[in-house]
């Protein structure tokens, strides 16, 4: 496999691969460590919760960098050092959340609780549900339904490699005579995905995106989705019958080329599939959790995350960014017929502040 | 009223394209109505309020007045999550089947899920252009391509090369490696022109993108493709203003191939010849290509 930085050896290619595991999973997950009382309620979906809130986490913190770097029109790979120092902090405060959690944790535990939390896992419906899961992940890898948008989407990434600038030009043709259009600008995802080749010591975007993004985030995706619907299970054994309905669903999902199904399990890379895929779910779950705490003091964190989660859906694409103005209003309305929490309707405009600003910026 | 009507049909056009879910979505939420219990509060609410805010027809009207139709529907219809409420709602069926304890009812539910996904829906993976690939996720020949050509640009100690390929070629090329310039420039996609692309090309380069359009074109009026490698072959050597240093061409074939279509060979084409005799250098072939460089300052 020959690559821009020349000829990797197969051990060369272990060690890209073992920093993008580090870059794509590990670092997401000791970020969210920093809401751990934030994360999920159930043991069972900690690590799920917390890759979730990380990765959003992550995004966040990435857009508005970027956004920062495209107005002063600063360099690309500058930007990637700024992001890694940022990220690795984070990482770290994280960590620090995680030691205090598991030292509190370890004096509480019953032996029993260990048992009892990961029970649905041998569930032999939820097993199927992973295979089926499983099965999908091994024909991405081995298969790809290419479509056009990967031709601009990625393309933007090997601009920024190639020529060191933050969203400047069209990716299609090189001659840097077509400015790209504004609302490309708004989503920093295939930066970020470049970003992801620099700090994999240069693995390449395609890999990046075409496998590493289905085989670490596939099971995200399912696993944010059953976090969501355990909250409308009757037993915790249902949730298997869940995951294998949901993937068996994706898989006869193909009735068109934008279905949710078909962006899951074809294209999960490109910003409007981790949008409807990540995006969404996370938004969901944390919104309502947020309308379920009894104080403001309670519901804070949680009102943070969503905000997150709103500005990583703008990081994922600018259709996230529209979409969750309506995301947020349907969501709202139906928990303030359904709680009556007037106060969270202010929460919840605030959280859409910095969505705001960003429109702001770029649009007038 | 023309108005009302024609967004009517449109949302009518869209419930038959996901008529799997369209009648669906709303028996699921009559389920969730009467099975889900106590829980039912926000998902129901936000179900229903999704069906009248985004999915009916009436919203569908307004939706298509305000703004651009299809690039609003799509996304407005991920909001609704109908994949998840199916999903609960099966899950429920399914409990109360098996809650009844009799075999009859929960097979009988479970073959009913089952054929309601198979039957009214495809499989994600025969869509028409899925294709076995490289770990890239592109063919497997054209990285083969990439890679001879990135090879060969580190040889000659070039840092970007411009570049003339098939278009299905073409389209992968930058998003491979940025060091590669297509000639036209931005002729992924016919569309491009749409764009205004084309207003910057110079004389020469709009020539050569009238040639390609014509070349790609199967059912074109140029049937002769032998003629128009000739043609092509001459247009870039008689134009030294138009920087090309590496051409990619069929091997013999007509190289147009829409994914799930033949390939339609021809014959007796000397590619080779006809480029090696026109100042250009065989760089490598692969199974259906060749590669040609062309040699500076002849």
Redesign the interface.
């Known amino acids: 496999?020959?690559f821009?930085d020349g000829q990797v050896s197969d051990v060369g290619m272990i060690f890209q691969y073992g920093l993008a595991f580090f870059w794509m999973c590990v670092i997401p997950v000791l970020t969210g460590g920093i809401f751990r009382k934030g994360l999920a309620k159930q043991k069972r979906f900690l690590f799920i919760s917390a890759m979730g809130t990380g990765l959003v986490l992550n995004y966040s913190i990435y857009q508005i960098a970027a956004m920062v770097f495209i107005l002063l029109d600063g360099s690309f790979r500058l930007l990637t050092w700024l992001y890694i120092g940022i990220s690795l902090f984070m990482a770290l405060l994280g960590a620090l959340g995680w030691y205090r959690y598991f030292k509190k944790e370890r004096k509480q535990r019953k032996p029993e609780d260990g048992r009892n939390a990961y029970k649905c896992y041998r569930d032999p419906y939820f097993l199927l549900g992973a295979a089926l899961v499983a099965a999908q992940i091994l024909?991405i890898?081995?298969?790809?339904?290419?479509?056009?948008d990967?031709?601009f989407y990625?393309?933007l990434s090997?601009?920024c490699?190639?020529?060191d600038y933050v969203l400047k030009y069209?990716?299609?043709?090189?001659?840097m005579?077509?400015p790209i259009e504004t609302r490309y600008i708004m989503a920093a995802l295939p930066v970020y995905q470049a970003s992801l080749c620099l700090m994999t010591g240069r693995l390449?975007t395609?890999?990046i995106?075409?496998?590493l993004y289905p085989l670490f985030y596939m099971p995200l995706a399912y696993g944010l989705?059953c976090m969501?619907?355990e909250?409308?299970?009757?037993?915790r054994e249902?949730l298997g019958?869940?995951l294998l309905?949901?993937a068996?669903?994706?898989?006869?999902?193909?009735?068109?080329v934008?279905?949710?199904?078909?962006f899951l399990?074809?294209r999960i890379w490109q910003g409007?599939a981790l949008?409807?895929t990540i995006g969404?779910?996370f938004v969901?779950y944390f919104m309502?959790r947020a309308?379920e705490q009894e104080g403001n003091r309670e519901a804070l964190p949680y009102w943070l995350l969503v905000t997150a989660g709103l500005l990583a859906s703008a990081f994922m694409g600018e259709?996230g960014l529209?979409?969750n103005f309506?995301?947020v209003g349907?969501?709202a309305?139906?928990?303030l017929?359904?709680?009556k929490k007037w106060k969270n309707c202010v929460f919840a405009a605030c959280s859409l502040l910095p969505e705001v600003l960003l429109l702001a910026v770029f649009l007038l | 009223m023309a108005e009302i009507k024609e967004s009517m049909k449109l949302g009518y056009y869209f419930m038959n394209l996901e008529d799997k879910y369209w009648g669906l979505f709303l028996i699921s939420l009559i389920v969730l109505f009467f099975f889900l219990g106590k829980k039912k509060g926000f998902l129901l609410g936000y179900g229903v309020l999704s069906y009248f805010f985004l999915l009916c027809p009436l919203a569908v009207f307004f939706l298509v007045k305000w703004f651009p139709a299809l690039s609003i529907y799509y996304p407005v219809r991920w909001l609704c999550q109908v994949p998840l409420f199916l999903c609960i709602a099966a899950v429920l069926v399914f409990e109360r089947a098996d809650k009844a304890q009799d075999w009859k009812k929960t097979f009988g539910a479970a073959v009913l899920l089952f054929l309601m996904v198979f039957f009214s829906g495809t499989p994600v993976f025969m869509e028409e252009n899925t294709i076995w690939s490289h770990e890239t996720g592109l063919e497997a020949e054209y990285v083969e391509i990439y890679d001879l050509l990135l090879a060969d640009m580190e040889g000659r100690g070039l840092e970007k090369a411009y570049v003339w390929g098939p278009k299905e070629w073409m389209k992968d090329c930058r998003v491979y490696s940025a060091d590669f310039y297509p000639v036209y420039g931005k002729d992924i996609w016919e569309e491009q022109a749409a764009l205004g692309y084309e207003a910057s090309y110079s004389d020469t380069q709009r020539m050569l993108y009238e040639f390609y359009t014509t070349y790609e074109s199967v059912q074109g009026p140029l049937s002769n493709k032998w003629q128009q490698v000739e043609v092509l072959a001459d247009t870039l050597n008689l134009n030294g203003d138009v920087a090309c240093d590496y051409v990619v061409m069929h091997r013999g074939t007509n190289h147009w191939k829409e994914r799930g279509s033949k390939v339609k060979k021809l014959e007796n084409v000397d590619v080779e010849g006809t480029f090696t005799s026109r100042n250009y250098e065989e760089v490598g072939k692969t199974e259906n290509f060749y590669v040609f460089y062309r040699r500076a300052g002849e």
């Open positions: 496999m020959y821009t024909v890898l081995l298969m790809s339904t290419p479509d056009k990967d031709a990625t393309g090997s601009m490699l190639s020529q069209s990716a299609y043709d090189g001659f005579q077509m390449h395609l890999i995106c075409h496998n989705y969501l619907a909250k409308w299970m009757e037993k249902d019958k869940f309905f949901f068996f669903l994706h898989m006869f999902g193909n009735y068109y934008f279905s949710p199904e078909n399990i074809t409007k949008f409807v969404l779910p969901w309502n309308w259709t529209y979409l309506l995301v349907v969501s309305l139906s928990n017929i359904v709680r």
